[in-house]
C-alpha cells in the first residue's frame, strides 16, 4: 500500500516562508509533485521533479519563489516556499507517478497525500 504523507503546512504573513515536506512509503516512485487547492478553485499544478532529481518544472505563478527537491535516501521531497502570498493560500498535496520526466497533470499521478492546508495572510 502506497502512503505519502505531507507536514509543514501552517499559517504565516505575506512575505514570510514555509517548507513543505513529503514522505513516501511502499513504493518505488519516479516523478514526484505538488498541487494545491483552494476553497472554490480547482485543484492546480505547482511543481513537480524527475525521480533523478535533476529536472523539474513549476508552475509560472510560482517560479522564482518556490522551490521543489526530494531525498531519495529518505524516501521525501520537500516543497521551500518564499516569499508567500495570500494567493498561495489553499491545501497542498503530494502526489507520485510511475511515469518518467516532470509530468504535469494530475491524472499521471497515481498516489496523493492527505493534503496539509497553507494560509498566507496579508
Known amino acids: 500500500q502506497v502512503q505519502l504523507v505531507e507536514s509543514g503546512g501552517g499559517s504565516v504573513q505575506a512575505g514570510y516562508s514555509l517548507r513543505l515536506s513529503c514522505a513516501v512509503r511502499?513504493?518505488?516512485?519516479?516523478?514526484m509533485a505538488w498541487f494545491r487547492q483552494a476553497p472554490g478553485k480547482e485543484r492546480e499544478f505547482v511543481a513537480t521533479?524527475?525521480?533523478?532529481?535533476?529536472?523539474?518544472d513549476y508552475t509560472a505563478s510560482v517560479k522564482g519563489r518556490f522551490i521543489i527537491s526530494r531525498d531519495n535516501t529518505k524516501n521525501t521531497m520537500y516543497l521551500q516556499m518564499n516569499t508567500l502570498k495570500p494567493e498561495d493560500t489553499a491545501t497542498y498535496y503530494c502526489?507520485?507517478?510511475?511515469?518518467?520526466?516532470?509530468?504535469?497533470?494530475?491524472?499521471?499521478?497515481?498516489?496523493w497525500g492527505q493534503g496539509t492546508q497553507v494560509t498566507v495572510s496579508s
Open positions: 511502499s513504493v518505488s516512485t519516479y516523478a
Open positions: 521533479i524527475s525521480g533523478s532529481g535533476r529536472a523539474t
Open positions: 502526489a507520485a507517478s510511475t511515469y518518467l520526466g516532470v509530468p504535469t497533470t494530475d491524472s499521471q499521478y497515481a498516489y
